[in-house]
């Protein structure tokens, strides 16, 4: 399969017919390259791609549908939790930033996704700005020094703070320690950014965040191209996102349940839910206050599927109620099933399933 396309440019000279005849055929031969390589570079114009990949057992070009929803989220996820701490640095960003994320991200295009592996792909055009304030009086020909923030520069903080994560990974797999994470958010590490890397790296036999900056606009220096993450560095990176997401000055406690009882009373609140706890030792039905609105659909998804959701925040006593307040989503884990306690003793000596995690 060819992976590249001559395209002759001088009309005069005497090649120009035959070597545009040439080149015509082979996009005639290979619709898929055409529609995969070209095509989405001549209508968004100058862009810098990011590609998002995940390994599935599925057939070439395909994955399980839950799959894809998640890596797409996930995806997302990544975007904005970059272009959050392209605004500074922050070990949990909650609501801060989100509305300039948010635009930010309404200049990115989602591309088709490529055959083999499951790769989503996004299309972020260098040249284009970002209104650092929502005001609707923010000129669109605004340029950096009069409230607009470069496409490309917001696109580097992603790729910052995608690059800081996976050197914090490398150092946890030979150190065994987490204080990477701790000394990367001044380099984009955030609650944030370890979650969405989870969310692309579970359930997978490899996966990967790639780049590919526009040469139409010089590119940045200084800066990895691609990065690779295990299904092994879920563990780390849940237990970093705990640590992020910590308030020094308060207790966190971090529980894993069945969600029940969800509401949101007000459009674009963060939503509450209940949570009958699975964790021994802990209150066995609290009321989840969620700081972010994004996590209010992941535990939908939980509550949906049946399956067991991890969150932390600040556990307090409410009358005959437990809170957890601030809450963050964790990850989403397996069926309720694997995690509800035998109902006969354990055996002397067994660990139990539901031990106090190791919050390192």
């Given at each position: 399969?060819?992976?590249?396309?001559?395209?002759?440019?001088?009309?005069?000279?005497?090649?120009?017919?035959?070597?545009?005849?040439?080149?015509?055929?082979?996009?005639?031969?290979?619709?898929?390259?055409?529609?995969?390589?070209?095509?989405?570079?001549?209508?968004?114009?100058?862009?810098?791609?990011?590609?998002?990949?995940?390994?599935?057992?599925?057939?070439?070009?395909?994955?399980?549908?839950?799959?894809?929803?998640?890596?797409?989220?996930?995806?997302?996820?990544?975007?904005?939790?970059?272009?959050?701490?392209?605004?500074?640095?922050?070990?949990?960003?909650?609501?801060?930033?989100?509305?300039?994320?948010?635009?930010?991200?309404?200049?990115?295009?989602?591309?088709?996704?490529?055959?083999?592996?499951?790769?989503?792909?996004?299309?972020?055009?260098?040249?284009?700005?970002?209104?650092?304030?929502?005001?609707?009086?923010?000129?669109?020909?605004?340029?950096?020094?009069?409230?607009?923030?470069?496409?490309?520069?917001?696109?580097?903080?992603?790729?910052?703070?995608?690059?800081?994560?996976?050197?914090?990974?490398?150092?946890?797999?030979?150190?065994?320690?987490l204080s990477g994470f701790e000394a990367g958010v001044t380099?984009?590490?955030?609650?944030?950014?370890?979650?969405?890397?989870?969310?692309?790296?579970?359930?997978?036999?490899?996966?990967?965040?790639?780049?590919?900056?526009?040469?139409?606009?010089?590119?940045?220096?200084?800066?990895?191209?691609?990065?690779?993450?295990?299904?092994?560095?879920?563990?780390?990176?849940?237990?970093?996102?705990?640590?992020?997401?910590?308030?020094?000055?308060?207790?966190?406690?971090?529980?894993?349940?069945?969600?029940?009882?969800?509401?949101?009373?007000?459009?674009?609140?963060?939503?509450?839910?209940g949570l009958d706890s699975l964790s021994s030792g802990r209150?066995?039905?609290?009321?989840?206050?969620?700081?972010?609105?994004?996590?209010?659909?992941?535990?939908?998804?939980?509550?949906?599927?049946?399956?067991?959701?991890?969150?932390?925040?600040?556990?307090?006593?409410?009358?005959?109620?437990?809170?957890?307040?601030?809450?963050?989503?964790?990850?989403?884990?397996?069926?309720?099933?694997?995690?509800?306690?035998?109902?006969?003793?354990?055996?002397?000596?067994?660990?139990?399933?539901?031990?106090?995690?190791?919050?390192?």
């Open positions: 399969m060819n992976t590249s396309l001559m395209l002759p440019l001088d009309e005069g000279a005497p090649e120009f017919v035959d070597a545009m005849r040439s080149a015509l055929l082979q996009l005639s031969q290979d619709r898929d390259f055409w529609i995969r390589s070209i095509y989405p570079r001549l209508i968004v114009d100058a862009s810098d791609e990011f590609k998002f990949r995940k390994e599935s057992s599925a057939p070439s070009g395909f994955i399980a549908w839950k799959s894809g929803e998640r890596l797409v989220e996930s995806a997302r996820r990544t975007l904005i939790a970059g272009a959050k701490s392209y605004m500074g640095p922050g070990r949990h960003f909650v609501n801060k930033h989100g509305r300039f994320a948010h635009r930010y991200l309404d200049q990115v295009l989602m591309g088709q996704s490529a055959p083999g592996s499951y790769i989503i792909t996004a299309y972020a055009p260098p040249n284009a700005g970002v209104p650092l304030s929502g005001s609707a009086d923010t000129p669109a020909f605004a340029v950096p020094e009069l409230g607009l923030a470069s496409v490309r520069d917001v696109s580097q903080a992603v790729v910052r703070a995608v690059q800081a994560t996976a050197e914090a990974l490398e150092h946890y797999r030979a150190s065994g320690s380099q984009g590490i955030s609650y944030e950014m370890a979650s969405a890397i989870l969310g692309i790296a579970e359930n997978s036999d490899g996966a990967d965040i790639s780049v590919d900056w526009d040469p139409v606009t010089p590119p940045p220096g200084g800066l990895d191209s691609r990065f690779e993450f295990r299904g092994s560095d879920v563990d780390p990176l849940s237990k970093a996102a705990t640590r992020l997401a910590a308030d020094a000055s308060s207790e966190v406690s971090t529980l894993i349940g069945r969600v029940h009882l969800l509401a949101k009373k007000q459009a674009g609140s963060p939503g509450v839910f209150a066995k039905k609290v009321r989840v206050r969620l700081s972010d609105e994004d996590e209010y659909h992941e535990a939908v998804r939980a509550h949906e599927e049946d399956l067991a959701l991890e969150v932390s925040g600040r556990l307090e006593k409410e009358g005959n109620l437990s809170w957890l307040y601030d809450a963050t989503v964790v990850r989403t884990l397996g069926p309720i099933s694997d995690f509800v306690r035998p109902s006969r003793a354990p055996i002397e000596g067994q660990i139990s399933l539901f031990a106090e995690r190791d919050n390192e």
